[in-house]
């Protein structure tokens, strides 16, 4: 354990940790702490296999690397280190490998074909017999740099000689393991019936998420099974990188339980995204290029990239998306609260706490298949709380679960989601939830607040009940002032609700769009998931703000 302790991977890792040290993202931070209570003994699920760092560490002494004519252990670069180390060396209580997943963000010029190359040298000496790995890019021309980059590594290497590999027309065999490599173009080659004991996605942000989900398929029935997905962003919508660093993003940030999920997301931190800083600020290239850190002539080379990106505009959505790794969604789209800001807002949910106390609703009422969300809000010193509830069609419990990766029945069983209905919501239900609030809580409903689709029969029942009913019209003029509020309380401390997995998801996903006058508004499409407890706030907090300012209250300050 010593010889993997006073080694590169871990000194990388640790490296990483300080909070001060801004060229290391948050996100790779994060998951550097969680890897080093591995190598600590503080995670009982999964553990270091000594034997296993070794013979890493004796076969990359002996895999040469074709440029600087010196062996790999010698010349890997840092976060190579740890992501080999972190794949082939941890392994769960039983010995198997831990990590399933492997996802690697990371900006161009950092050798990422030359490391995925290596992976499959060390998989196909490493793996039981007659494994087969593939790789999948966008097109024939990328699948076949990474067989190129492979071929260059074995014929550099004298100890790997025909013995050890044989290079193929269509793919690369290994004789010692009876294994094979097959290089795979998404856009010549069908990716269903494959068996994959390992499969690298290269370049995922070029392709949808079929080649991804075509892998994982063929290893249903596989024990020991890896996937490695490495991309830059690109600027279109609709790729598999998408999904998979939303996924990364929400399992470090505790928000869904993946742990066999390795994640090393090198892009900028979120306040690094304001105010062109990209511009001028170095910090932005050292956390999206670990290589830069170290390496001068790559730094430089981006930083005049980037004084002719600052310069040209139309060479600023290649500059952004390949060497910062900042997704190009056009002028003002942006993340709406970091989760750092948002958890210490998060409370014990306590019934008794609402009683007596005069609250306003707010109403996001989906399509009757999807998603619907009622939140309870009101101010007291300043402050503004929340208490939030979700509504999912009951027949859609396990599909919602699979595809949008929440465990929904643990939030019904905690009371935070409701399941009504079977194939689409019973609105009746939320209507008698929301008319139980008084009885339930002890709160006085001042008004409830909405947006006319999909709403005119719920008001109607509300209203005839004797609850005031405000539309409040869906566009940024409006919803600007309380988008911005909500946000302000959060940022500062003064916003509280009670703890909620669904509700956190949702301000996750959220995203904001600013529209010609500079007015801030949550932008459904343009999130990256569901929102409706977002929603439903905004429009409360749209009805708190109203009441208070009509009243001349300072209760809520900016």
């Known amino acids: 354990m010593d010889e993997l302790r006073s080694g590169k991977a871990?000194?990388?890792?640790?490296?990483?940790?300080?909070?001060?040290?801004?060229?290391v993202p948050r996100y790779v931070r994060m998951q550097a702490r969680q890897w080093l209570d591995i190598v600590e003994g503080r995670d009982p699920s999964a553990r270091i296999d000594e034997a296993r760092y070794r013979k890493i560490c004796k076969l990359l002494r002996v895999i040469i690397h074709p440029d600087l004519k010196a062996p790999l252990y010698d010349t890997l670069e840092d976060y190579a280190w740890f992501l080999i180390t972190a794949v082939f060396c941890t392994v769960d209580p039983a010995g198997n490998r831990y990590f399933e997943t492997v996802l690697l963000e990371i900006a161009r010029k950092n050798f990422k074909t030359f490391n995925s190359a290596v992976i499959f040298i060390l998989l196909m000496l490493t793996e039981p017999r007659f494994s087969r790995f593939f790789s999948v890019a966008p097109d024939l021309k990328l699948s076949s740099e990474l067989k190129l980059a492979i071929r260059k590594i074995i014929k550099s290497s004298p100890l790997l000689d025909d013995k050890v590999f044989k290079t193929l027309r269509s793919e690369i065999r290994c004789p010692l393991t009876d294994s094979e490599y097959t290089p795979l173009a998404y856009s010549e080659d069908k990716m269903d019936g494959k068996l994959p004991n390992a499969f690298l996605a290269d370049e995922a942000g070029a392709m949808d998420s079929y080649p991804i989900e075509a892998m994982r398929s063929g290893q249903i029935t596989l024990d020991s099974k890896l996937g490695i997905i490495i991309s830059t962003q690109?600027?279109?919508?609709?790729?598999?990188m998408i999904d998979e660093i939303d996924i990364s993003k929400k399992t470090l940030d505790g928000l869904l339980e993946d742990r066999q999920r390795f994640s090393l997301l090198y892009e900028p931190d979120p306040e690094l995204l304001k105010d062109e800083l990209w511009m001028t600020d170095d910090t932005l290239i050292y956390q999206a290029n670990p290589v830069a850190v170290k390496n001068e002539k790559i730094f430089r080379a981006i930083v005049k990239l980037r004084t002719s990106a600052a310069l040209y505009p139309n060479k600023r959505e290649n500059f952004l998306c390949k060497h910062l790794n900042i997704k190009f969604r056009g002028l003002g789209v942006e993340g709406y609260v970091d989760m750092d800001a948002?958890?210490?807002?998060?409370?014990?949910?306590?019934?008794?706490?609402?009683r007596g106390r005069r609250v306003w609703l707010g109403l996001d009422l989906s399509q009757s298949d999807d998603n619907t969300a009622v939140a309870m809000v009101t101010a007291e010193?300043?402050?503004?709380?929340?208490?939030?509830?979700?509504?999912i069609p009951a027949d859609a419990v396990e599909k919602k679960t699979k595809k949008e990766k929440l465990n929904y029945e643990r939030l019904i069983r905690e009371g935070l989601c409701i399941a009504c209905g079977d194939s689409i919501i019973d609105y009746s239900a939320v209507e008698e939830h929301i008319l139980a609030l008084p009885e339930n809580y002890g709160v006085e409903i001042v008004q409830v607040g909405y947006d006319r689709w999909n709403a005119i029969s719920t008001v109607q029942k509300l209203e005839a009940a004797g609850i005031e009913c405000v539309e409040i019209k869906q566009h940024s003029s409006v919803l600007h002032s309380p988008t911005k509020l909500l946000r302000e309380k959060i940022l500062s401390g003064l916003f509280r609700y009670g703890r909620n997995r669904l509700l956190e998801v949702n301000f996750e996903n959220a995203r904001c769009t600013e529209d010609t006058n500079r007015n801030k508004y949550v932008n459904k499409k343009k999130s990256a998931g569901k929102v409706d407890e977002v929603v439903a706030i905004i429009n409360a907090v749209y009805l708190v703000e109203q009441d208070l300012l009509n009243a001349g209250s300072f209760l809520i300050q900016y």
């Open 10 to 23: 871990v000194a990388y890792a640790r490296w990483c940790l300080p909070e001060d040290n801004r060229k």
């Open 381 to 391: 010193d300043g402050m503004l709380y929340a208490r939030v509830w979700g509504f």
């Open 342 to 354: 948002l958890r210490p807002c998060a409370v014990q949910p306590d019934p008794e706490w609402w």
């Open 234 to 240: 690109y600027p279109n919508d609709d790729n598999g």
